[in-house]
Nanobody, 117 residues
Framework: QVQVVESGGGLVQPGGSLRLTCAAS????????MGWYRQAPGKQRELVAD???????NYADSVKGRSTISRGNARNTVYLQMNSVKPEDTAVYYC???????????WGQGTQVTVSS
């Protein structure tokens, strides 16, 4: 059973930085795509950034230029570094891990990020 666990959320001041970590366990397969999504109150879940097995990255326009997604040395680990955070970055951040080209993949429980002074 694949388990996905996020960590690193919390309260961050505007203009500050955050680093989120996602680790998937329970499988010997290497992920095809790992991504970060977020959902703010009253809004739909949206893609923040994702990275393929071949290290091709994709970013939402709202975070492009101030965020970096990267894979860790450990298999099925991914990080999201976000700088110059804004109040509108406040959301629950979810990690998604896919091992194939079809299917929804596996989701973590989410980690709350609150940007406020």
């Amino acid at each position: 059973q694949v388990q996905v666990v996020e960590s690193g959320g919390g309260l961050v001041q505007p203009g500050g930085s955050l680093r989120l970590t996602c680790a998937a366990s329970g499988t010997s397969f290497s992920s095809l795509v790992m991504g970060w999504y977020r959902q703010a109150p009253g809004k739909q879940r949206e893609l923040v950034a994702d990275i393929t097995r071949g290290d091709i990255t994709n970013y939402a326009d709202s975070v492009k230029g101030r965020s970096t997604i990267s894979r860790g040395n450990a298999r099925n680990t991914v990080y999201l570094q976000m700088n110059s955070v804004k109040p509108e970055d406040t959301a629950v951040y979810y990690c998604n891990v896919r091992f194939g080209h079809v299917g929804p993949g596996y989701w973590g429980q989410g980690t709350q990020v609150t940007v406020s002074s």
